[in-house]
């Protein structure tokens, strides 16, 4: 007698080992490549000139803050520069958000001006270069100060524009 048998015939089991082995091979390169890949995405910042502009919507006025960098002898961002507010009569104050007592006046300031407003949201303009991280502690600035939400102001690309019309 055979060792297969006459009765059963070739038994055609698919060996799953080598396949074991590739999906652990691919999991780990998978594992390895992950933080790589997510360390080295960017968000894209508003583009805009430090201007003076006044948003209004049917009448509403919102408060808009500027968030500015500071950058060092080869023109690197190392921090958050000065928080400017984005409004003709208050076009010479300037806050600090890394000073505690600089953020506390800038927290009190926006709770006097969003406390007047219907719709209590704050506005932020920020350098493209700035690291979203000191946009985020401007964002819970905003908040302590009583916003009840905040957002950044975006313009639009007009190199794209010039391209695709002339």
């Known amino acids: 007698m055979d060792a297969g048998g ?6 055609a089991d698919i060996n799953v080992t080598p396949l ?7 999991l780990i ?23 003076v502009e006044q948003q209004q919507d049917a009448g509403q006025k919102y408060l ?12 690197e961002v190392t ?10 009569d208050a076009k010479d104050m300037r806050f600090f958000i890394n000073e505690e007592s600089q953020r ?3 927290e009190d300031f926006i709770n006097r001006n969003v406390s ?17 991280k000191y946009i985020n502690e401007l ?16 313009s639009e690309d007009k190199s794209e524009k010039k391209e695709g019309g002339n």
């Open 6 to 11: 006459s009765k059963g015939g070739m038994k």
């Open 20 to 26: 074991v082995d590739i999906v652990l091979v691919l």
């Open 29 to 51: 390169i998978f594992i390895v490549i992950t933080p790589a890949v997510n360390n080295a995405v960017k968000i894209p910042l508003a583009k805009h000139a430090p201007k």
């Open 64 to 75: 808009t803050l500027m968030l500015t960098s500071k950058r060092n002898d080869k023109y």
């Open 79 to 88: 921090g958050p520069g000065a928080v400017l507010i984005d409004d003709k």
């Open 104 to 106: 506390q006046q800038l």
């Open 116 to 132: 007047q407003l219907n719709d209590k949201r704050v506005f932020v303009k920020a350098d493209a270069d700035l690291p979203f």
């Open 139 to 154: 964002f819970q600035v905003c908040r302590k100060g009583g916003a009840d939400e905040a957002s950044i102001v975006t």
